[in-house]
């Protein structure tokens, strides 16, 4: 029998303070700057399949209130009092979804009963690998990207398997700093186990177990009344990464939604095939993967503030992952980027949704946050050391009724700044600038948020950089409603000096003493017509150096002279402008609308279909020749076939894997 709905709330707001009490823990104990301030962290209160029920709303990562732990407790064979099970493979269960986050679960019993688990994760700095910090595109495959634990136990009846963790310790750069962590991350699942025996005393096991059960029920009639609200039609946006690996082509994601009642469907059908670089998103194929959610959960949780966060949310969606796509790789291809790819896929959403019901939705965000870490000397102590430095976040996109977020993205503000003078403190580097970024923002009636710049000073040799995330060099976040895209993102060395180089998306480079490092975010995209800016916000804008004086001429039509507007001047520009507008629902930016006048959506259907036909190996070289071959503007679908035809001829193995010469084979 259902539990009634006071008690049902009164056991969800139970569960979030064991979540909440579980997150302070963690963070108030944590060694590493990108846990304890960052907060880079997730934690759960997980029914007895696994399904998150419980999620922390004030600290840590907010990408995970659906995850499902499902997949991956289940090769664990039995679970007793006083085990925790950990892994940080992820393509052990599809749990975790790069080497560095480590996942660990401990299940809570009683009476001999098992009711449910206490779970999380930790970002660790570093897992081992071939770079610092285990992540850079460059990487091709999951081997390079560390060490890796399938599911295991850590701790068997309350007993530390030391073995096990001597191994983790011996192939990390920092062990001590990873110890910390775990520790740290331990004394959380225990008083989330603490937490959980007093709800059972409160409520009783069976009422606990039957009301985590219950709660996700209304978390998923909470979902469908908002899909309800949505018009039922087939929808479909893409987006794009710069590069499919360094310096190379687009990456493209798709999706069609497809809304009928209550219900969707997320085919993302359409995507790249897996990629040799490690921009791969590890799903598994499971139709309610929590990386192609995250930006699902934002969508309904801005549309509706009181949603209770768990797994039930998903349930009324099922995604379609081809397998051997960018979305679905197959091992061992590498996945430690996909944090990349999650943020275009967050935009894939946003833009998706902002075609079925537009009045409701943003612009693009930034879609691109650097993190950036920092592996040296410190001539201080002696010591190597390794660190994550502040993330270099983008803007919001403009929103209906308000300008985006500045330097605080919709899609990575749960990264935390971490003070300067820490630091410092810890990492022998010396800050230059860490602020806003004039004039990034996309212009609108809804101004996108701005972007953040950060400069730092290296002081020994040898300092070995790497900062993950990079993108939006090229492809900009886009405007909506008639707003402008925002600024790209850059990544300078040495700025304005002879020895000036310019990186962008490049993510891992050594410097030396003096060299100076430069990095500017996006900006996120602007949100309605800019000429419908009230001319006084634009005047503040200028005063507050977030718009330039020539920007608001030549974008919003507001002539400022003597630090004041020119209202007849103004009126008179706004009015030669109206009616010149461009057409469209989307503004992507100069860049993107090149590449679609060779690249358009019959030419990507047609490619697609050609991937579809060959074995997963083969399907990113053919994607790349046909990238090369198909040049110029106009040809669509038949250009990409008359270049398939023309490679197939070219090449005696690609000719034996045509479709109908299979068949006549078979």
């Given at each position: 029998?259902?539990?009634?709905?006071?008690?049902?709330?009164?056991?969800?707001?139970?569960?979030?303070?064991?979540?909440?009490?579980?997150?302070?823990?963690?963070?108030?104990?944590?060694?590493?700057?990108?846990?304890?301030?960052?907060?880079?962290?997730?934690?759960?209160?997980?029914?007895?399949?696994?399904?998150?029920?419980g999620v922390p709303m004030d600290l840590g990562a907010t990408?995970?209130?659906?995850?499902?732990?499902?997949?991956?407790?289940?090769?664990?064979?039995?679970?007793?009092?006083?085990?925790?099970?950990?892994?940080?493979?992820?393509?052990?269960?599809?749990?975790?979804?790069?080497?560095?986050?480590?996942?660990?679960?401990?299940?809570?019993?009683?009476?001999?009963?098992?009711?449910?688990?206490?779970?999380?994760?930790?970002?660790?700095?570093?897992?081992?690998?071939?770079?610092?910090?285990?992540?850079?595109?460059?990487?091709?495959?999951?081997?390079?990207?560390?060490?890796?634990?399938?599911?295991?136990?850590?701790?068997?009846?309350?007993?530390?398997?030391?073995?096990?963790?001597?191994?983790?310790?011996?192939?990390?750069?920092?062990?001590?700093?990873?110890?910390?962590?775990?520790?740290?991350?331990?004394?959380?699942?225990?008083?989330?186990?603490?937490?959980?025996?007093?709800?059972?005393?409160?409520?009783?096991?069976?009422?606990?177990?039957?009301?985590?059960?219950?709660?996700?029920?209304?978390?998923?009639?909470?979902?469908?009344?908002?899909?309800?609200?949505?018009?039922?039609?087939?929808?479909?946006?893409?987006?794009?990464?710069?590069?499919?690996?360094?310096?190379?082509?687009?990456?493209?994601?798709?999706?069609?939604?497809?809304?009928?009642?209550?219900?969707?469907?997320?085919?993302?059908?359409?995507?790249?095939?897996?990629?040799?670089?490690?921009?791969?998103?590890?799903?598994?194929?499971?139709?309610?993967?929590?990386?192609?959610?995250?930006?699902?959960?934002?969508?309904?949780?801005?549309?509706?503030?009181?949603?209770?966060?768990?797994?039930?949310?998903?349930?009324?969606?099922?995604?379609?992952?081809p397998e051997g796509t960018v979305v679905n790789p197959s091992?061992?291809?590498?996945?430690?980027?996909?944090?990349?790819?999650?943020?275009?896929?967050?935009?894939?959403?946003?833009?998706?949704?902002?075609?079925?019901?537009?009045?409701?939705?943003?612009?693009?965000?930034?879609?691109?946050?650097?993190?950036?870490?920092?592996?040296?000397?410190?001539?201080?102590?002696?010591?190597?050391?390794?660190?994550?430095?502040?993330?270099?976040?983008?803007?919001?996109?403009?929103?209906?009724?308000?300008?985006?977020?500045?330097?605080?993205?919709?899609?990575?503000?749960?990264?935390?700044?971490?003070?300067?003078?820490?630091?410092?403190?810890?990492?022998?580097?010396?800050?230059?600038?860490?602020?806003?970024?004039?004039?990034?923002?996309?212009?609108?009636?809804?101004?996108?948020?701005?972007?953040?710049?950060?400069?730092?000073?290296?002081?020994?040799?040898?300092?070995?950089?790497?900062?993950?995330?990079?993108?939006?060099?090229?492809?900009?976040?886009?405007?909506?409603?008639?707003?402008?895209?925002?600024?790209?993102?850059?990544?300078?060395?040495?700025?304005?000096?002879?020895?000036?180089?310019?990186?962008?998306?490049?993510?891992?480079?050594?410097?030396?003493?003096?060299?100076?490092?430069?990095?500017?975010?996006?900006?996120?995209?602007?949100?309605?017509?800019?000429?419908?800016?009230?001319?006084?916000?634009?005047?503040?804008?200028?005063?507050?150096?977030?718009?330039?004086?020539?920007?608001?001429?030549?974008?919003?039509?507001?002539?400022?002279?003597?630090?004041?507007?020119?209202?007849?001047?103004?009126?008179?520009?706004?009015?030669?402008?109206?009616?010149?507008?461009?057409?469209?629902?989307?503004?992507?930016?100069?860049?993107?609308?090149?590449?679609?006048?060779?690249?358009?959506?019959?030419?990507?259907?047609?490619?697609?279909?050609?991937?579809?036909?060959?074995?997963?190996?083969?399907?990113?070289?053919?994607?790349?020749?046909?990238?090369?071959?198909?040049?110029?503007?106009?040809?669509?679908?038949?250009?990409?076939?008359?270049?398939?035809?023309?490679?197939?001829?070219?090449?005696?193995?690609?000719?034996?894997?045509?479709?109908?010469?299979?068949?006549?084979?078979?």
């Amino acid at each position: 029998m259902a539990i009634d709905k006071v008690t049902l709330q009164i056991l969800a707001n139970h569960c979030r303070a064991t979540a909440e009490n579980m997150a302070y823990t963690l963070y108030r104990t944590a060694h590493s700057t990108f846990v304890k301030e960052t907060e880079d962290f997730t934690i759960q209160v997980l029914d007895a399949e696994g399904h998150t029920v419980g999620v922390p709303m004030d600290l840590g990562a907010t990408w995970y209130p659906g995850l499902d732990y499902g997949r991956a407790m289940a090769l664990i064979p039995e679970y007793r009092p006083g085990d925790i099970a950990f892994t940080n493979d992820p393509y052990s269960g599809f749990l975790s979804t790069h080497v560095p986050d480590l996942h660990m679960w401990k299940p809570v019993f009683h009476e001999g009963k098992l009711v449910c688990f206490v779970a999380g994760h930790i970002h660790n700095t570093d897992m081992g690998g071939a770079v610092p910090a285990s992540l850079s595109r460059a990487l091709t495959e999951v081997h390079q990207e560390g060490i890796r634990f399938q599911p295991s136990l850590l701790y068997r009846d309350g007993v530390l398997n030391q073995q096990l963790l001597d191994v983790m310790l011996l192939n990390v750069r920092k062990p001590e700093q990873n110890l910390g962590d775990l520790k740290a991350f331990i004394g959380a699942l225990n008083t989330g186990e603490r937490k959980v025996r007093e709800m059972i005393a409160r409520f009783g096991a069976d009422t606990l177990m039957e009301g985590l059960s219950d709660l996700q029920d209304y978390a998923e009639h909470q979902a469908r009344e908002i899909l309800r609200s949505i018009p039922d039609g087939e929808y479909f946006f893409s987006d794009y990464a710069d590069e499919d690996g360094p310096d190379g082509y687009p990456a493209r994601l798709a999706v069609t939604m497809r809304i009928r009642g209550d219900s969707a469907i997320l085919d993302f059908t359409g995507s790249d095939p897996q990629l040799t670089s490690s921009l791969n998103v590890p799903t598994g194929g499971n139709p309610r993967h929590t990386l192609m959610m995250v930006g699902v959960y934002y969508v309904l949780f801005t549309l509706n503030p009181n949603l209770v966060l768990n797994f039930g949310l998903t349930r009324p969606f099922t995604c379609i992952l081809p397998e051997g796509t960018v979305v679905n790789p197959s091992p061992p291809a590498a996945v430690g980027m996909r944090s990349l790819t999650c943020a275009r896929l967050r935009s894939l959403v946003f833009g998706v949704f902002g075609l079925a019901m537009p009045e409701r939705m943003p612009a693009a965000p930034a879609g691109s946050s650097s993190i950036v870490n920092v592996m040296t000397h410190d001539d201080r102590t002696g010591d190597a050391m390794i660190a994550a430095i502040n993330p270099v976040v983008g803007g919001g996109g403009g929103m209906p009724h308000g300008d985006g977020t500045d330097g605080s993205g919709a899609d990575a503000a749960y990264l935390k700044n971490t003070p300067i003078e820490i630091t410092e403190a810890e990492v022998p580097i010396r800050f230059r600038h860490y602020g806003l970024a004039s004039g990034s923002g996309g212009p609108g009636r809804w101004r996108g948020g701005l972007a953040t710049k950060m400069e730092f000073e290296a002081f020994t040799p040898n300092t070995r950089i790497t900062a993950r995330n990079r993108d939006r060099c090229r492809f900009r976040a886009w405007g909506i409603l008639g707003g402008g895209p925002g600024e790209p993102s850059r990544m300078v060395l040495n700025p304005g000096r002879p020895d000036e180089r310019v990186l962008n998306n490049v993510d891992t480079f050594s410097a030396n003493p003096g060299d100076v490092i430069s990095i500017t975010s996006p900006g996120g995209g602007g949100r309605g017509d800019p000429l419908e800016r009230e001319p006084a916000r634009v005047l503040r804008d200028v005063v507050c150096s977030y718009v330039s004086p020539e920007s608001a001429e030549a974008d919003y039509g507001v002539v400022i002279r003597d630090g004041a507007v020119d209202e007849a001047a103004t009126e008179a520009l706004r009015a030669s402008r109206r009616g010149n507008a461009p057409v469209g629902h989307f503004r992507f930016g100069a860049e993107r609308e090149a590449f679609e006048r060779v690249w358009d959506r019959d030419a990507y259907d047609a490619m697609t279909g050609i991937l579809a036909d060959l074995p997963i190996h083969w399907r990113f070289f053919v994607k790349r020749r046909l990238m090369e071959t198909v040049k110029g503007e106009g040809g669509g679908g038949a250009a990409v076939r008359a270049a398939w035809a023309r490679l197939t001829e070219t090449l005696p193995q690609l000719r034996a894997l045509r479709p109908e010469r299979r068949m006549a084979a078979e």
